[in-house]
């Protein structure tokens, strides 16, 4: 299992999370535990994501225990979604990935999933989970991959453009101006 501290930066507000991946009966498990303020509020809270061996999301939990609240969602690995009652929602189909704002973590999901060479980009529509809200909605990305370590990660309907580090499993070092790994 491995385990890192990864640190807000000042732009984002003042925070960190410890986060762990581990491999296990054929799943990816990547779960952290966050203590932040943002804007002037406290977040306190866990995540965890099972993704199966090709690294589609397949389970989502995001218990905030500051300011309160709880997420639990599955998806089948094909782009169809469902709550913890396993009631579908069709707004997310389509979906592979999951994006939780409140961790570089889940960068790790898609740049795993799409494999791609150097010079290659994909756009992807994700399942994006604002926190502390925990509101759910989708989103568009890009990711193209610059070279061996580094990826430009885009939000086409923000206009957000960031230049990601990541190490040799795909783990998010540097995400400027938001997080840095700090293990």
Not at 25 to 41: I, K, N, Q, W
Not at 53 to 82: C, F, I, K, M, Q
Not at 93 to 102: K, N, Q, R, V
Not at 158 to 168: I, N, R
């Amino acid at each position: 299992m491995d385990l890192w501290r990864w640190d807000w930066l000042p732009e984002l507000g003042a925070g960190h999370e410890d986060f762990s991946y581990e491999f296990r009966a054929g799943s990816h498990v990547l779960s952290g535990t966050v203590s932040a303020v943002l804007e002037g509020r406290a977040i306190e809270g866990t995540y965890l994501v099972e993704a199966d061996a090709a690294w589609r999301t397949r389970r989502v939990v995001v218990d905030l225990a500051s300011p309160g609240g709880r997420l639990e969602l599955r998806a089948n690995g094909s782009g169809r979604w469902s709550d913890k009652d396993g009631v579908w929602i069709p707004a997310l189909d389509g979906c592979l990935d999951i994006d939780i704002s409140l961790t570089p973590a889940t960068n790790t999901l898609p740049i795993r999933r799409l494999d791609l060479a150097i010079g290659q980009a994909a756009e992807i529509e994700v399942a994006y989970v604002l926190a502390p809200e925990l509101r759910l909605r989708t989103g568009r990305q890009v990711y193209e991959r610059l070279d061996e370590r580094r990826w430009r990660f885009q939000a086409p309907d923000s206009g957000f453009t960031a230049e990601l580090t990541v190490d040799a499993e795909g783990f998010v070092i540097d995400y400027p101006g938001l997080f840095t790994r700090a293990k």
